[in-house]
């Protein structure tokens, strides 16, 4: 089983809003990660989690706040959004992080997001 | 750093005829090498990768690639176009430097009935 899943499906949030997306595994990986993708584009990395500590932050504005509760588990927590944040966001997961085949990373269905 | 050039951004065949997605590399050892499909509204799926065991590599839903190091490619094929198969493509190669998984632009697919 490769099945990461992501919750909510779709959402819809004001500027000033609060509001977490929901990330989960039980393939027993030991990292996971954040992806945006606009329409039309690759996605592009935010952040990375090994063994449930931040390795990797790609400079990502601060309301953006990743959690890691347990090995399974990723969440994205949303503050005060602007309207170009806008996208899917894509959680993903790999058995490691280091070089190799353990790498291979897959992807959950995303969260389309729209800010108003 | 280990990157991924994709030929053609949008790539139109008739079903029923050969799909062809290029994908260059530019790599000075051995990379692992991806290509994902994503259909309209949904997430990346797997389709095939490359760890150097085969370099004839099958994937699901009938894709293959060939790793062809003399031309530093990775392309995709299929060989009869389904209308199931119209999506977005993109190659990926898992840089060995930083851990990252670096993508290609993007190739989307229409298939003509």
């Known amino acids: 089983d490769t099945e990461v899943t992501q919750t909510p499906k779709h959402l819809v949030m004001g500027m000033t809003n609060k509001k977490s997306l929901k990330c989960e595994q039980h393939?027993?990986?030991?990292?996971m990660y954040w992806y945006k993708q606009k329409a039309k584009k690759p996605p592009e990395l935010m952040f990375v989690?090994?063994?449930?500590?931040?390795?990797i932050n790609e400079s990502v504005p601060s309301r953006f706040s990743p959690e890691c509760p347990n090995s399974s588990l990723l969440n994205l927590h949303l503050h005060a959004l602007q309207p170009e944040d806008s996208a899917l966001y894509l959680c993903?997961?790999?058995?490691?992080?280091?070089?190799?085949?353990?790498?291979?990373?897959?992807f959950g269905p995303g969260t389309r997001l729209l800010v108003l | 750093a280990q990157s991924v050039t994709q030929l053609g951004s949008h790539v139109s065949v008739s079903e029923g005829a050969l799909v062809l997605l290029r994908c260059n590399y530019s790599?000075?050892?051995?990379?692992?090498l991806f290509w994902y499909v994503q259909y309209p509204n949904q997430g990346l799926q797997l389709l095939l990768k490359?760890?150097?065991?085969?370099?004839l590599v099958k994937g699901i839903n009938g894709f293959e690639a060939e790793f062809k190091k003399s031309e530093t490619s990775f392309h995709l094929t299929k060989p009869s176009a389904h209308m199931s198969d119209a999506a977005e493509y993109f190659c990926?190669?898992?840089?060995?430097?930083?851990?990252?998984?670096?993508f290609g632009a993007g190739t989307t697919v229409t298939v003509r009935a």
């Open positions: 993903a997961s790999s058995q490691d992080m280091i070089a190799g085949v353990q790498e291979t990373q897959y």
């Open positions: 989690y090994s063994y449930e500590k931040l390795s």
């Open positions: 790599s000075s050892v051995p990379p692992y």
């Open positions: 393939m027993g990986h030991r990292a």
């Open positions: 490359y760890t150097s065991a085969a370099t």
């Open positions: 990926a190669v898992h840089r060995s430097n930083d851990y990252k998984l670096s």
